[in-house]
């Protein structure tokens, strides 16, 4: 499961890191109506796809979900309207600042995920209710957006 967990996180890492820099830098541009759009689908299918796994070899699924997601982080990142003498620093800078925080969310949670896969209630229960939880969130995010 480690080692599963640092390919999926080191592919939606990568992608995002793409994905950011290039819109943050003006080489890329999508509607952020679509961005928001097709991230609130991949939010949904992930969570889906942890009740009803269907995909089970999620690598590119995730590089892709990365792709899209780096897109919202660099709308994050205008939204702070970041002007500065080198607009090249302050995204490597934003760039580092989230992928440390996602590193630090995976170093706290992964091993209480992988204590907790091997209890009953928390792998016929607590994570499909969970799960449920997020995708109706996302659905609703979805059907905003749409």
Known sequence: MFKNTVILVSAFTLAHS?????TALDIITLDSRWVEL???????????????PLVFRLGFLTFGFGLLHGMGFA??????NA???????SVAAFN???EIGQLVIVAV?????????????Y??????FA????????????LQRW
Request: charged share 5%; glycine share 2%; net charge positive.
């Open 18 to 22: 793409i994905t950011l820099t290039a």
């Open 131 to 142: 799960s449920s939880v997020i995708a109706i969130i996302a659905l609703n995010w979805t």
């Open 38 to 52: 097709g991230i609130a689908i991949s939010v949904m299918l992930t969570a889906l796809n942890n009740i009803f």
């Open 83 to 89: 002007q500065s003498n080198s607009l090249v620093m």
């Open 109 to 121: 949670l992964l091993p209480l995920l992988m204590l907790a896969r091997n209890w009953h209630v």
């Open 123 to 128: 792998a016929k229960t607590i994570m499909p």
């Open 96 to 98: 580092i600042g989230v």
């Open 75 to 80: 709308s994050v990142f205008a939204e702070l």
